[in-house]
């Protein structure tokens, strides 16, 4: 219930939305996911991910991790 009241506060991005905005795909988005490394604002009852500005800060933190050479599993 909490993260339905701040999402109806502030701006949340689909999961296609966060794959274009940052050219990561769906599927790694997903993995960092299961590793516990990224969680979604907004996760719906049909599986639909949300994810806010500070979502987005934390995956491009990893994609930079990624890119730098170290392994996030």
Do not use: F, K
Not at 25 to 50: C, D, K, M, Q
Request: net charge positive; hydrophobic share 40%; proline share 3%.
């Amino acid at each position: 219930m909490h993260a339905a009241t701040t999402t109806a506060r502030m701006r949340v991005y689909t999961l296609n939305e966060v794959c274009r905005r940052t050219g990561i795909s769906a599927r790694s988005l997903r993995y960092w996911e299961r590793l516990g490394l990224l969680s979604p604002t907004v996760v719906t009852a049909h599986g639909h991910r949300s994810y806010s500005r500070p979502d987005l800060e934390v995956i491009v933190e990893l994609q930079m991790l990624v890119i730098l050479g170290h392994t996030l599993s």
